[in-house]
């Protein structure tokens, strides 16, 4: 298996693609817009709210949690989540400072 050369880029690079990886899938838009929308939630409304497998929603969690996008802490049997306000805004200012720099309404294409 080959190195993925990712000391080739820039530590924004690697932050900005590892927020990207942890968003690339429908289902974990959604995870985070109903945290957004409800602000905290137990791991079974996932499952009712996306008509998902528990084993499913457990794993893009777990993608979700490993970016550091959300937290969860342990109520009982059950795990409560929400965003993670510090790194929500760390991203938000990384991919708000990205798309500003590009105005494609002024730039030429080939």
């Known amino acids: 298996m080959g190195a993925t050369k990712t000391d080739l ?3 924004e690079q ?3 693609a590892a927020m990207a990886k942890a968003l690339a899938h429908p289902a974990r838009i959604a995870i985070l817009q109903y945290l957004i929308k409800k602000n905290v939630c137990i791991t079974s409304t996932f499952v009712e ?3 998902l497998a528990q084993a499913t929603v457990s794993q893009h969690l777990k993608e ?12 009982g049997a059950s795990v409560c ?3 993670n306000p510090k790194v ?3 991203y ?7 798309f500003k720099d590009v105005n494609p309404a002024e ?4």
């Open 9 to 11: 880029f820039t530590k």
């Open 64 to 75: 979700l949690k490993l970016a550091g996008i959300i937290q969860g802490s342990i109520e």
């Open 14 to 16: 690697n932050e900005m």
């Open 107 to 110: 730039q030429e294409c080939c």
């Open 81 to 83: 989540y929400c965003i």
């Open 88 to 90: 929500w805004k760390q």
């Open 49 to 51: 709210e996306l008509g």
């Open 92 to 98: 938000k200012a990384l991919f708000n400072s990205f």
